[in-house]
């Protein structure tokens, strides 16, 4: 068995364990321990940030730009429609079925085994800095984003997500307005020209035909949304506003502070923005990391979904094994073949990359 099979076998049993641990968001203190332990059994040393593990290559240089390597541990809660126990690994059909076994485990163990093939070469051209991180699903304040106080400054970053493999070159940001239509309070039974709830038809309207006018070549346009509507508390009473919640994925056209100034400048209601730091973020089509990925034959696109790129201000790639269709749904899945894909072509795209070109 060649090294790179050793490592992916090593992955997959390290996947069904994490499968098998709860880690809700917030709530990931024994896969983090799961994590530790493989690491541990792999004779690398690490270090935890609460539910966050970390560790840095062997012949790590503080001259030497850093390459980080990411993806989250943590899950979201299985819906109702599963017909499996969601806590279970199972395999069938090729098939490993599981809670986070395709968001993200499947991108984080085949991180990993990558890790662990390049942790004790020397003379690289990058070093590399792994992070299993927490709090990724609910973007929460004690992920990624709480580790890059304590990291090296990062140059560079392969993000752990869905992709199907491709090389998804940059991804939408995100931020959420909580809006208010206002209008006068009364009794159901009276004449009232200035109903709330009417007068939010005219605003909905706004928001489902506004564009904005910057047109990304990768990620396409600003897609904004609204996905919550509430207002009323009985039959026999108009309320006195109608609450909207809308949701903005942003190209990187756009900063996030200039989508909420157009936003606030312009929208036919009172908007709240909740938060400006889920960013958009992209890395070049000609960066050697991504020629790297190209050089073996994988596509680029722009990802409408967010990860943790968004708490990365350096150039990121977003990569790995995994469907992102399949995030979240019930019956959570992947395919074991493309583990062993993604071990091998991380492994692979970081051998193009890492080792510098003799002349």
Request: aromatic share 6%.
């Amino acid at each position: 068995m060649s090294q790179i099979e050793d490592l992916t076998e090593k992955a997959i049993s390290l996947l069904k364990q994490l499968i098998e641990t709860p880690s809700f968001s917030g709530e990931e203190q024994h896969t983090a321990d799961c994590i530790a332990a493989w690491l541990e059994a792999a004779g690398i040393p690490f270090k935890r940030s609460k539910n966050n593990i970390y560790a840095f290559n062997a012949d790590y240089n503080a001259k030497k730009p850093n390459l980080l390597l990411n993806s989250h541990h943590d899950t979201v809660r299985p819906n109702d429609a599963y017909t499996r126990d969601p806590f279970k690994a199972e395999i069938s059909d090729g098939k490993l079925f599981g809670l986070g076994s395709n968001d993200a485990g499947g991108c984080l163990v085949s991180l990993l085994a990558c890790f662990a093939y390049w942790y004790p070469r020397k003379d690289l051209s990058h070093n590399l800095i792994l992070v299993a991180s927490a709090e990724e699903e609910n973007s929460g304040p004690n992920g990624l984003n709480s580790m890059l106080k304590i990291l090296p400054e990062i140059d560079v970053a392969i993000v752990g997500e869905p992709t199907l493999l491709e090389l998804a070159i940059a991804e939408k940001g995100l931020v959420i307005f909580d809006g208010t239509v206002k209008g006068t309070p009364s009794h159901a039974a009276h004449p009232n020209p200035n109903n709330a709830i009417y007068n939010s038809i005219e605003v909905l309207k706004w928001f489902r035909d506004y564009e904005f006018s910057k047109v990304s070549e990768v990620l396409g346009p600003v897609k904004m949304t609204v996905t919550q509507i509430s207002a009323g508390t009985q039959h026999n009473v108009v309320p006195a506003k109608v609450d909207l919640v809308v949701d903005v994925r942003v190209n990187d056209c756009y900063s996030n502070k200039e989508i909420a100034e157009i936003l606030k400048r312009e929208a036919p209601c009172e908007l709240k923005v909740r938060s400006l730091r889920l960013n958009s973020s992209s890395i070049d089509r000609e960066h050697p990391l991504v020629q790297a990925g190209i050089g073996l034959g994988k596509g680029t696109y722009g990802s409408p979904t967010l990860s943790d790129q968004a708490a990365l201000s350096c150039p990121s790639l977003k990569l790995g094994p995994g469907d992102s269709t399949r995030s979240h749904s019930a019956d959570e899945f992947i395919y074991l073949e493309e583990i062993q894909q993604g071990v091998r072509l991380y492994i692979t795209m970081l051998e193009k990359f890492l080792i510098p070109k003799k002349h």
